[in-house]
């Protein structure tokens, strides 16, 4: 599944993912395995940041297992090391933002949630990265609007104005007014900017002043889990980036595939896909170390993936991700 060199003449771009105790170890060793069967080291260099035991966990956070440890390392990751001084256990998502501020300052990144399958080499993939961006697989899920509250427009701008930026000129004018895809929003499940220092620092503190101190507008907003995700846009937009500055069809497609959960994977993603990941998890001593973890060993080594995958019409699948998630749980499939 590796794809031609478009990288020649170039280093290696840092990647960095977030590994820790509990699913994220099994989900990084996937990554992991994957990524180092389709991207060559010398076109990119996998980070596995790795959160340290502090105030804000009241468990130590770190990978627990020494084999996955050795077995992530051996296919080239890098473990990376870092602090949670802002948000830990209270909120994971928060990894991803306090992680950057680890990776070498003033190297392009690319983040990925760590339950995500590289499919091809990510060489294939124009990055510019003067031009930030994120993922457009994404539904509207923020902000929920309320029958007597402020529409997408009015809370949007109200977080434009907070940082100093032109709310006009981040909106989609194809999409209809009050329509969410109108307005900048990503799934925060994938990005890649500039300096990860210099990006991490502004998404640290724009979450953080959203968290601590929020607009007027959102009063009726729930920030937990999507802080990550309102806090994203704004950041992007203030880096010089926006939607579709890639082409369509590479992240989210045939180079990456975000498959949030097993239960999902087999359900919605191609027979591709799934071919791969059961793959790539085949191997003795991977198959030892993932089947400690109950949805792996259910879904993928004992057959229950492919017998929820068998409950879908492949040519009439949801349009929404609820759709899947409630015939799972209806039939006794939804795990993660």
């Not at 961006?133 to 509207?140: F, H, K, M, T, V």
């Amino acid at each position: 599944m590796t794809g031609k060199d478009e990288s020649e003449g170039t280093g290696p771009v840092n990647v960095m993912i977030v590994g820790q105790a509990g699913r994220l170890q099994y989900e990084a060793l996937l990554f992991a395995l994957s990524f180092a069967l389709t991207t060559p080291a010398r076109h990119a260099t996998l980070h596995v940041a790795e959160p340290q035991p502090g105030d804000l966990w009241p468990l130590d956070p770190r990978i627990d297992d020494p084999e996955l440890r050795a077995l992530l390392e051996a296919h080239g990751a890098r473990i990376l090391p870092f602090e949670s001084r802002h948000f830990g256990a209270a909120y994971p998502y928060g990894n991803k933002i306090e992680a950057l501020l680890a990776l070498p300052e003033g190297e392009p990144f690319v983040f990925f949630d760590s339950d995500t399958l590289m499919l091809d080499d990510l060489a294939r993939v124009p990055f510019d990265f003067s031009r930030p961006s994120a993922s457009l697989r994404r539904e509207g899920t923020w902000p929920q609007i309320e029958l007597y509250g402020p529409g997408y427009s009015e809370t949007w701008k109200a977080l434009y104005d907070r940082f100093g930026l032109d709310f006009e000129s981040s909106l989609d004018l194809g999409w209809p007014d009050e329509y969410w895809q109108r307005h900048l929003y990503f799934n925060a499940g994938f990005f890649f900017g500039p300096c990860p220092r210099r990006f991490g620092q502004r998404f640290l503190d724009y979450a953080l002043e959203i968290r601590d101190d929020p607009p007027p507008e959102l009063v009726c907003q729930s920030l937990d889990p999507w802080l990550d995700q309102v806090a994203l846009p704004l950041v992007i937009h203030a880096f010089g980036g926006g939607r579709d500055t890639l082409p369509d069809g590479l992240i989210d497609g045939t180079v990456s595939c975000h498959y949030r959960t097993l239960p999902l994977l087999y359900a919605r993603e191609s027979d591709t896909v799934v071919d791969w990941l059961e793959e790539i998890a085949a191997p003795n001593r991977v198959k030892r170390i993932l089947k400690q973890y109950e949805p792996m060993r259910r879904m993928v080594y004992q057959g229950r993936g492919r017998k929820a995958r068998a409950l879908f019409d492949r040519e009439n699948l949801p349009r929404r991700e609820q759709g899947f998630r409630n015939r799972l749980k209806r039939e006794g499939f939804w795990m993660r």
